[in-house]
C-alpha cells in the first residue's frame, strides 16, 4: 500500500487531538500490517496475501475527490429516508418522511472537523480490534453522524447508499458511522452497496450503534450487485436494558468482504438476533464474524447463516456466543447450515461458545452438505428439469434466511433482489 | 398405454424385479400387491426415472421406449407417481410448486401457462373436492404435514396435473379411513376412457374403495398371479406366503 499520510494531513485538516490519535494508529498500523492469516481471527481469510494479490498498489484517497453517481442506483418504488455516500463521503441526506426535530444528522467529516461533538465519539478511537480499525482511526475523514431522541419510531426505513465511482479505484476508503437510538425509538436502517463498472477498490468502515433502553434498530446489509470490491466492515453494537438489535446480512456481491459483527448486550432483557444469506459464486471470497458477547441477565441472541457456494468461491462463518458468569438466564442460539455445491468451493465454520455463567440455555449447530437427490427426484417426477429443481431447492433453502426478516416491506424488497441474483446465476453443480 | 417386457431391475448386485411383464391398456385400473421386499417400489420407481438401478428388458409407454427418456420428460409425457414418502421440501412455497410443476407441463405440451390468479381459482376447487385445508398451499412444501396430509397432498398434485398414466405406491398406508375415503375419492374422480392407474398396496382395503380392473400379485419380482379383484380379498385370507408358494 501506498502511504501518502502527509498529503492525507493537508487533506483532511483535523484537531489536534485527532491528529494525535491519526499518528499513534497509522504507527500501529505500520508495524502490524494487514491481518494475515497468522492471526487466529483472519485464519480463513488471509486479507494480507488476498491484497497482496488483487490490489498491492492501494493508495489514501488523493483531493481530487469526486461525487458523482448514478441516479439509477437508488431504489425505486420503495418509500424511504436516504443518505448518500459516494467513496465514503457524505454527499446528501434526505428525511422527508420523518420529524426533523427528533433527528440530528450530520457528515461525520463535520464533527472530524470540529471539537464540539468529537468528544461523543472520541472513546471509540481506542478500540483496538485489529489492525484495519487502527488504520480506519488513522484515516477516516468521513462517514455519518445520526442521533435519534428519545420516543421517535421513523415512518419510513432509512437506506444508506454507499455508491462508488470511479474515484476510489484502487483506493482505500476509510470510513465510519455513528448511529444512537434514544430511549423507546425505533429505526429500520437499510446499507446498500452499488460500485461503478467493475472498479476495484477496498472500503473498511467501522459502524457503532447504540441502542438505548426499550430501543429497537432493524439493519439489513444489501451487498448483492456483483462487483470487484473489497472491504472489511466491523459493527459494534451497545445494546442498553430491553432493546431489540436485528441485523440480517445479504452477502453476495463483492468480491471480497469480512463482515464482523460485535453485539454487546450489556444491560438486562436486551436481545439481538443476526441473520445472513450467504450466496456465492465465481471466486468470491466472504466471511461473517459474530461475537455475541452477554454481559448481563435475561438476554436473548440468535443467529442464523445459510450459505450456498457455487464455482470456486469461500465462504466461512466464525460465530461465537460469550457469557459472562453474571448473565445467568442467557437464551443462545447458534446455527449455520451450509450448501457447497462444487468440488472447488469450501465452507469453514467455527462455532464458539465460552459460558461463564451456570444457569444459561445456548445451543449451537453447524452443518455442510449438498444437495439431496431424493428431493431432486421427487421435484423431477413432477416436470421441473435438473436445473430448475437444483434452483428450486437452493432457493427454498436460502429463503429460510429470508423468512427470519420481520419487516414485512424490506422482506419483499430482498426476496425481489434475491430472486433477480439467483435468476442470473449459471448453476453448475457437481453430484458427489 | 404401458407394456413392461420381461423388466429386471437390480440395485448393489441385488435384483430386485426379476423377469417382470405387464400390459395396462387405457382406462385400466390395476392393481399390484405383494409383500415387504417384493420390489413394489422398486418397479414405481424404476418407471418414474429414479437413478441407481441396474435395469434390463423394456418399457414401452405409449408406445415409445420409456427407460430412455430423462425423468421430467416422462413427468411431461403424462407419468405420475404418487410417492409413498413424500419429500420435505424446506423453504420451498407448496402453491408455488405446484403452479411451476403445472406450468412446466403445459409448456412442454405447448398449452398456455396457467396464471397465477386463474391457478388460485383451479387450486382452490381442487383442495375444496379433496377435502384439504388451503392452509397448506401456504406452508413450506410437505414440511410439517401429518402423514395423511403428505398423501393428501400427492393426489392434489396428481389432480391438478391430471396425468396419463398414475402409479399410486403405497399411498393407502398410514391413512385413517377418512384420508383413506378422500384419497379413493380423489382417484375415481379421474377415472377416465383415456387415463390409466397402477395402484401399489398392500392391503385389500383401499381397493373396496377403488375397484381395480386386475389384480396382481408380485413375489420376488415378478407377477405369480393374476386375477380380478376377488383376488384381494382371498389375498387378504390366506396371505402372501400361499401365493409365493403357488408359483
Given at each position: ?303 442464523l447463516?445459510k ?28 446455527l449455520?447450515k451450509?450448501l ?25 449447530g453447524?452443518t455442510?452438505g449438498?444437495i439431496d437427490?431424493n428431493s431432486i427426484f421427487y421435484l423431477?417426477s413432477r416436470?421441473l428439469?435438473?436445473?430448475?429443481a437444483?434452483?428450486m431447492l437452493i432457493e427454498g433453502f436460502l429463503n429460510e434466511a429470508i423468512e427470519t ?28 | ?81 404418487a410417492f409413498q414418502y413424500p419429500l420435505e421440501i424446506a423453504g420451498v412455497n407448496t402453491n408455488n410448486f405446484l403452479k411451476t410443476s ?21 387450486v382452490?376447487?381442487?383442495t375444496?373436492?379433496?377435502?384439504i385445508d388451503e392452509k397448506i398451499l401456504s406452508r413450506q412444501l410437505n414440511v410439517g404435514f401429518s402423514g395423511g396430509e403428505k398423501k393428501k397432498n400427492e393426489i392434489l398434485q ?16 398410514g ?73
Amino acid at each position: 500500500m501506498i502511504l501518502n499520510f502527509d498529503e492525507f494531513q493537508k487533506a483532511n485538516q483535523s484537531g489536534s487531538e485527532l491528529n494525535n490519535i491519526r499518528i499513534k494508529n497509522l504507527n500501529i498500523f505500520k508495524e502490524k500490517g494487514f491481518p494475515s492469516k497468522r492471526e487466529e481471527n483472519w485464519k480463513y481469510t488471509d486479507l494480507k496475501t488476498i491484497l497482496s494479490n488483487n490490489l498491492s498498489t492501494l493508495e489514501i484517497p488523493n483531493n481530487k475527490r469526486t461525487s458523482q453517481y448514478n441516479s439509477e442506483w437508488l431504489l425505486k418504488d420503495f418509500k424511504h429516508n436516504q443518505i448518500v455516500l459516494v467513496n465514503g463521503d457524505f454527499v446528501s441526506s434526505d428525511f422527508s418522511f420523518e420529524d426533523k426535530e427528533k433527528i440530528k444528522i450530520k457528515p461525520l467529516k463535520i464533527v472530524l472537523n470540529g471539537e464540539k461533538d468529537f468528544e461523543k465519539i472520541r472513546d471509540y478511537f481506542t478500540d483496538q480490534q485489529n489492525s484495519l480499525t487502527s488504520l480506519n482511526h488513522a484515516l477516516v475523514n468521513d462517514g455519518i453522524f445520526l442521533e435519534i431522541e428519545d420516543n421517535y419510531s421513523f415512518n419510513k426505513p432509512l437506506i444508506i447508499y454507499n455508491f462508488f465511482n470511479k474515484f476510489s479505484e484502487n483506493k482505500i476508503i476509510n470510513n465510519k458511522s455513528f448511529i444512537s437510538l434514544g430511549k423507546n425509538s425505533k429505526l429500520n436502517l437499510l446499507e446498500y452497496y452499488k460500485a461503478e463498472d467493475s472498479i476495484k477498490y477496498f472500503n473498511n468502515t467501522i459502524h457503532n450503534y447504540s441502542i438505548q433502553k426499550n430501543a429497537m434498530l432493524k439493519k439489513f446489509s444489501i451487498d448483492s450487485n456483483l462487483d470487484n470490491s473489497y472491504g472489511y466492515h466491523l459493527t459494534n453494537v451497545k445494546s442498553y436494558s430491553n432493546s431489540i438489535f436485528e441485523n440480517f446480512l445479504f452477502s453476495s456481491g463483492s468480491s471480497f468482504v469480512k463482515n464482523e459483527i460485535h453485539c454487546n448486550l450489556l444491560e438486562s432483557f436486551s436481545s439481538c438476533f443476526v441473520n445472513a444469506l450467504m450466496f456465492l459464486s465465481n471466486q468470491q471470497h466472504h466471511e461473517l464474524k459474530t461475537n455475541i458477547n452477554h454481559k448481563n441477565e435475561h438476554c436473548k441472541s440468535s443467529q442464523l447463516v445459510k450459505s450456498v457456494l457455487l464455482d470456486k468461491s469461500n465462504g466461512t462463518y466464525q460465530g461465537k456466543i460469550y457469557v459472562t458468569k453474571d448473565a445467568q438466564k442467557t437464551d443462545g442460539y447458534q446455527l449455520s447450515k451450509a450448501l457447497v455445491l462444487s468440488e472447488n468451493s469450501a465452507f469453514n465454520s467455527k462455532p464458539e461458545l465460552e459460558i461463564y455463567a451456570d444457569d444459561v440455555k445456548c445451543s449451537h449447530g453447524s452443518t455442510t452438505g449438498n444437495i439431496d437427490q431424493n428431493s431432486i427426484f421427487y421435484l423431477m417426477s413432477r416436470g421441473l428439469s435438473k436445473e430448475q429443481a437444483n434452483k428450486m431447492l437452493i432457493e427454498g433453502f436460502l429463503n429460510e434466511a429470508i423468512e427470519t426478516i420481520t419487516e414485512p416491506n424490506i422482506q419483499l424488497l430482498i426476496s425481489k433482489l434475491f430472486i433477480d441474483k439467483i435468476n442470473k446465476t449459471k448453476f453448475e453443480i457437481n453430484e458427489h | 398405454m404401458l407394456d413392461i417386457k420381461s423388466l429386471s431391475a437390480s440395485i448393489d448386485g441385488k435384483k430386485i424385479l426379476n423377469g417382470f411383464n405387464l400390459k395396462i391398456k387405457p382406462g385400466e385400473v390395476h392393481a399390484i400387491m405383494g409383500p415387504n421386499g417384493s420390489g413394489k417400489s422398486t418397479l414405481a420407481n424404476v418407471l418414474t426415472g429414479k437413478n441407481g438401478y441396474e435395469i434390463k428388458g423394456q418399457v414401452l409407454y405409449q408406445g415409445k421406449d420409456l427407460l430412455d427418456l430423462p425423468i421430467e420428460e416422462r413427468a411431461q409425457k403424462g407419468l405420475f407417481m404418487a410417492f409413498q414418502y413424500p419429500l420435505e421440501i424446506a423453504g420451498v412455497n407448496t402453491n408455488n410448486f405446484l403452479k411451476t410443476s403445472l406450468n412446466t407441463i403445459r409448456k412442454a405440451r405447448g398449452q398456455k401457462e396457467v396464471d397465477s390468479l386463474d391457478f388460485l381459482k383451479l387450486v382452490k376447487t381442487k383442495t375444496k373436492n379433496l377435502k384439504i385445508d388451503e392452509k397448506i398451499l401456504s406452508r413450506q412444501l410437505n414440511v410439517g404435514f401429518s402423514g395423511g396430509e403428505k398423501k393428501k397432498n400427492e393426489i392434489l398434485q396428481m389432480t391438478i396435473l391430471e396425468p396419463k398414466l398414475a402409479i399410486l405406491d403405497e399411498t393407502d398406508s398410514g391413512l385413517d379411513i377418512d384420508a383413506l375415503r378422500i384419497v379413493s375419492d380423489g382417484v375415481n374422480a379421474l377415472r377416465s376412457k383415456e387415463r390409466s392407474f397402477l395402484i401399489i398396496t398392500h392391503y385389500q382395503r383401499l381397493l373396496d374403495y377403488i375397484k381395480p380392473d386386475f389384480v396382481h400379485v408380485l413375489v420376488d419380482g415378478k407377477i405369480a398371479k393374476t386375477g380380478c379383484g376377488e383376488l384381494a380379498v382371498e389375498l387378504e385370507k390366506v396371505g402372501y406366503e400361499k401365493m409365493g408358494a403357488n408359483k
